[in-house]
């Protein structure tokens, strides 16, 4: 194979050529090149038949590297180890792809089912961003879609594409497909009448919804004119929806798909929930203890993780000091290290990427090993001062927490961290900056080592 095509036709076209069948041929063997350039993806994504966005293909180019992949009996796909790293290197990193595929087989891990849209909306990222073909492309791709939710997606492909990327400047759309989906309606027909009523109810258990409404949802004919004119007449428009004399309802006839409600419920409750969360983000903190709580709670086993947090669980910076009994202030908390004197513990804020620091990339932090941590300090830290007693052990009663992340932003906002819990000192080399190594609690989750560039 001696042309580059950035054409799947072509390349399928020309390898047709060596498939033709023969009375004296037994097998084909096809020897294809690597180059350094983004169209010999085209190759890889077609022989593998992945699907749409780089993170997909650096999916797939993992797999493959793990043996993951079957291929039809008698047939073998080999890829030169100095070829695959040619094809990682052109594979465009995704922002926040790989945060999200370790969070995703994080929560898979912790709960044994993977997160829904919305909990990984929750969790700060945007589920409409993965690399993949979409949200239900990257769950495909992750190996989470039953067969009957698989056929499913396949089959309504275009609707369910519709529903995560069609423009909200109101929830309207959103709300008429929970209205139906509650109904038992989609697919099928709902009754104007029930439907208008469906839509007041959910504006009246949530104020943001009523508020997005523009009219008073006590006041059925306003709401139902409303509704009329904007989300119904627009959404009969496409192929999937028609508007009859006192009716709304679906053109296709799937009956009892209930993948299908159930995929289509889940896309709808992430795009109300993101729709809303860009007007009004909150976050839930946990409440306070006092310093005397935490200072007890601290005491017993040095080497065991804070009270109340989880191993690994992700925390926002501003949740992380109640648990420590402290009162988060954006002066000290935005710091890389936080010393609380009440509780003699030292917190570790270390971001892994810094290349959207002002830092710069000069501070060198990294896994040695599974257990081992290799932080550097700030270059004001001293041996000597109070900070460098602590982090050696000189100072009696501290601990040391670290907390992770793998980049400073999440979907634009602020990204948490992980709790990688207690460390303990192992050495250090170096003064301003000291380059300290740090043996942990417990070795990183094998889920989490490819983010955090953990050696197996």
């Known amino acids: 194979m001696l042309r580059p095509t950035e054409s799947p036709v072509i390349w399928l076209q020309q390898l047709g050529r060596g498939l033709r069948r023969s009375a004296d041929k037994a097998h084909l063997a096809v020897i294809d090149y690597i180059g350094n350039h983004r169209i010999f993806l085209t190759k890889f994504r077609t022989l593998l038949k992945v699907g749409a966005g780089d993170g997909a293909l650096r999916l797939a180019l993992e797999r493959l590297n793990d043996q993951l992949i079957q291929f039809p009996a008698g047939c073998e796909v080999t890829y030169d180890l100095q070829a695959i790293d040619i094809l990682r290197s052109l594979i465009r990193q995704p922002r926040d792809g790989e945060e999200l595929a ?14 829904t849209a919305s909990e990984v909306q929750h969790a700060g990222f945007n589920p409409g961003r ?15 879609l039953s067969e009957a939710q698989r056929a499913t997606w396949t089959a309504h492909r275009a609707l369910l594409d519709e529903i995560e990327t069609t423009r909200m400047t109101r929830s309207y759309k959103m709300l008429v497909l929970r209205a139906m989906i509650e109904a038992g309606a989609f697919p099928g027909r709902i009754a104007l009448t029930d439907l208008v009523g469906r839509v007041a109810r959910l504006a009246r258990r949530n ?7 523009s009219v ?14 904007q989300p119904l007449k627009i959404m009969a428009e496409t192929d999937w929806f028609r508007l009859g004399p006192g009716t709304f309802e679906t053109t296709f006839a799937d009956a009892e798909n209930t993948a299908l ?3 289509a419920s889940e896309l709808v409750d992430w795009r109300l929930l993101r729709y809303f969360l860009a007007r009004d983000v909150v976050y839930d903190m946990p409440e306070g203890k006092s310093l005397a709580e935490a200072a007890e709670d601290a005491a017993p086993a040095p080497n065991a993780p804070a009270k109340g947090l989880t191993l690994w669980q992700e925390y926002q910076r501003d949740q992380i000091a109640p648990y420590f009994g402290a009162v988060f202030n954006t002066g000290s908390w935005n ?14 804020l270390v971001t892994m990427d810094k290349g959207s620091m002002s830092v710069g990339g000069h501070y060198a932090d990294q896994f040695a090993s599974p257990t081992r941590f290799v932080w550097q300090t700030q270059t004001s830290t001293r041996r000597e001062d109070l900070r460098g007693r602590i982090i050696s052990g000189a100072e009696a009663g ?6 992770l992340r793998k980049s400073k932003l999440r979907d634009g906002r602020a990204a948490p961290f992980r709790y990688a819990g207690p460390v303990s000192f192992a050495g250090w080399d170096g003064e ?8 942990m609690a417990a070795p990183v989750p094998r889920h989490l080592r490819a983010l955090y560039g953990v050696e197996q």
């Open 335 to 348: 710091a890389g290290i936080v010393v609380l004197k009440g509780v003699r513990a030292m917190i570790l």
């Open 261 to 263: 409600t159930a995929l």
């Open 216 to 229: 008073d949802p006590d006041d059925t004919p306003r709401l139902r004119a409303v509704m009329m004119q």
């Open 398 to 403: 501290w601990t040391v927490h670290l907390f």
């Open 207 to 213: 104020p943001q919804i009523k508020t997005d409404l």
């Open 102 to 115: 370790a969070f995703y087989r994080d929560f898979r891990e912790r709960h044994g089912t993977r997160p």
């Open 130 to 144: 993965t690399g993949h073909s979409g949200w239900l492309g990257f769950v495909a791709d992750m190996g989470d």
């Open 432 to 439: 301003a900056p000291m380059t300290v190594k740090w043996d």
